[in-house]
């Protein structure tokens, strides 16, 4: 019988053919490399035609270890020819403003061609150094501590150790104390050439954000909505002025535009969503763009002159509004009131400084009052910058300046509120905030029928402002000695009012923010928290009826927004099937008489309006 014999013993390996020696494939990688790029070129590449300078040349891809003994005259050889190096002519990546606009970059240094026709400023970063730092810093770990145990016995005294002997361990080798000293050079090198880089700060007027095609009309719709809602309240930005720049693009092609013109877009853009229930936002604009704007916003605030970071911060503070997220606001007004106080806006008398600032106040004192915290902005006596403004902003004819003076005169109003809530008040003060509230009321009032007698827009902003007014007296409420359920009901009537007037398309005005959401849940639970306050009173069969109808309307509103698209739907959905039973509850207990399950399920019901706040 034939049996099949291998050809090499049992239990022994196969022995490879001799391959070729290492520097064989060194040579090929190195045929095949980059200079400029240093790294290996792909199926099909070039080699780049970038004159790299004696600095890169000079360095050999393989470094030999000299011994120890002749390491120190090669140091001191390489540190002489290294003195005398050639500046770079073309940096290893495109300059910001190229990179930005998605233009080719010549990468000539110190200034592209691209940058030299326009006559920009050409910045150019070092993404190898950023990427290696990154990497560094993920990659740090404690290092464990050693400790070297000397035998015998210790009685204080050194004599008996040597300085040898702790170190023996971590001695290094020649070998590689050549290899890290010639790695030390190269890296001085490097330095060196990134520190002939003129460092100019960064001029936010000229970085730009390319968007994509968006109708004119639409795009029209978003700008409008913008200065609807916000154009008076923060009015750190000329109408007139935008549009001016508005009209000189073409949104029917790609577009490129500025950060402040953008923010402003997608702002405008979240509004008429909210009122059209669509989704442009998501369409024409980009969530991470917007977000990536934080990065260049330089929050080292030295110059006064440089107020770009101020703008940009605003925009991003009213974007999170719209994002809902409170958070993000917060960390935004705190840093806005730190750079009002940094930069001395509060005392300032120039326009745009004075717009910013009331602006930052306004925004302040209205979050403030809802997170019932004090505000951060310095108070009323520090204040030396001018009130009522008179100057229009950047010399453009500005029509609201009556209207923007009444928004300021409403915070200040707001600012007084929260020093009674926060503080001991006493009844002529709070009579007099209150005389003052209807003062303002009387006279913005005044204001709307002249400005938009003929407007459609006439019944929303009065709603608008008869919302506001009641608002504050539902929060005064809470500290006075005297309470009515009437604050809560115009309040509520009012707000209903411009959530279904938000469908017409003559309406560019929206609730849908965070503010007033929690302005919402906030007289939610001053009604809730006053319902212990009914049950304990000497007559409580009126009140009681007043408690129910506000609640009914309560019961309504939260019913109406949970069929609305946007964050707060989920949690008013699972929240209104809650309000209804207990309104239910309620309805019951009035007519048996019975009060007893009441109060329980009204401290559940405080508890979820809490979770909404």
């Known amino acids: 019988m034939l049996r099949f014999r291998p050809t090499f013993p049992f239990g022994q390996f196969r022995t490879r053919p001799p391959s070729a020696p290492p520097r064989y494939f060194l040579r090929r990688k190195l045929l095949f490399m980059s200079f400029y790029y240093k790294r290996p070129m792909g199926n099909g590449a070039m080699a780049t035609k970038f004159r790299l300078g004696s600095v890169t040349q000079t360095e050999s891809a393989v470094r030999t270890a000299e011994p120890l003994q ?11 020819t290294n003195s005398d190096y050639e500046p770079p002519s073309h940096f290893a990546n495109s300059c910001n403003r190229c990179y930005r606009l998605k233009k080719k970059c010549s990468r000539e240094f110190p200034r592209c061609s691209h940058c030299t ?99 004119e009309e639409k795009a029209h719709t978003f700008a409008n909505s913008f200065f609807v809602n916000y154009g008076t309240k923060y009015p750190f930005i000329s109408q007139t002025r935008f549009f001016s720049w508005f009209s000189r693009i073409n949104f029917d092609q790609e577009a490129i535009v500025n950060l402040d013109g953008y923010l402003v877009m997608a702002i405008g853009s979240l509004i008429h969503d909210s009122n059209t229930k669509s989704n442009t936002f998501s ?87 809802l997170r019932n915290k004090p505000s951060q902005i310095p108070s009323d006596e520090f204040i030396s910058s001018s009130f009522p403004l008179t100057a ?28 009674h809530k926060l503080a001991i008040s006493s009844k002529e003060s709070l009579k007099d905030l209150a005389r003052d509230l209807e003062k303002w009321r009387i006279s913005t009032s005044k204001i709307i029928h002249t400005r938009y007698c003929d407007s459609p827009m006439l019944q929303h902003y009065v709603s608008q402002v008869n919302m506001k007014y009641y608002y504050l007296f539902v929060e005064m409420d ?45 007289v939610i639970k001053c009604t809730l928290d006053s319902l212990q306050r009914i049950l304990e009173s000497t007559d ?23 069929r609305q698209n946007g964050p707060y739907a989920s949690k008013v959905d699972r929240f209104q099937q809650r309000l209804a039973d207990f309104a239910m509850l309620s309805i019951r207990s009035d007519a048996n008489g019975d009060t007893t399950e009441l109060g329980s399920a009204q401290r559940e019901m405080v508890g979820e309006v809490k979770q909404l706040l």
């Open 70 to 80: 002749a390491s120190g005259p090669t140091i001191q050889e390489n540190k002489d």
């Open 540 to 562: 409580p069969a009126s009140e009681f009826a007043d408690f129910n109808n506000n609640l009914q309307l309560i019961v309504n509103i939260v019913k109406f927004l949970s």
């Open 117 to 215: 026709r326009l006559g920009s400023e050409c910045e150019y970063e070092d993404k190898k150094a950023k990427r290696r730092k990154t990497e560094t810093t993920n990659s740090s770990e404690p290092t464990p501590e050693r400790f070297h145990v000397i035998d015998g016995p210790v009685n204080g005294s050194r004599s008996h150790t040597s300085v040898p002997s702790l170190l023996s361990n971590g001695t290094e080798s020649p070998k590689l104390g050549a290899r890290r000293l010639s790695h030390r050079a190269s890296i001085a090198k490097r330095s060196a050439l990134r520190a002939l880089i003129p460092s100019t700060p960064m001029n936010l007027r000229e970085e730009y954000i390319t968007m994509d095609s968006v109708p």
């Open 283 to 369: 369409t024409f604009f980009s969530e991470k763009i917007i977000e990536s704007i934080v990065d260049i916003i330089d929050f080292d605030m030295s110059q006064s002159s440089d107020l770009e970071n101020v703008r940009l911060l605003l925009l991003l503070g009213i974007y999170s509004l719209h994002m809902y997220h409170s958070d993000l606001c917060w960390s935004i007004v705190g840093a806005l009131d730190r750079i009002a106080v940094q930069l001395d806006l509060y005392k300032t008398q120039d326009v745009l400084s004075q717009r910013l600032f009331w602006s930052i106040y306004n925004f302040d004192k209205e979050l403030s009052i």
């Open 478 to 522: 809470q500290v006075s000695e005297s309470h009515s359920s009437q604050f809560t009901l115009q309040f509520l009537s009012n707000s209903f009012t411009l959530l279904i007037s938000e469908n017409n398309k003559n309406c560019g005005l929206s609730l849908h923010n965070l503010f007033w959401y929690q302005s919402l849940f906030r």
């Open 392 to 419: 229009s902003l950047h010399g453009q004819p500005d029509n609201n300046l009556d209207v923007i003076n009444q928004e300021i005169s409403y915070y200040k109003l707001v600012d007084r509120l929260v020093c």
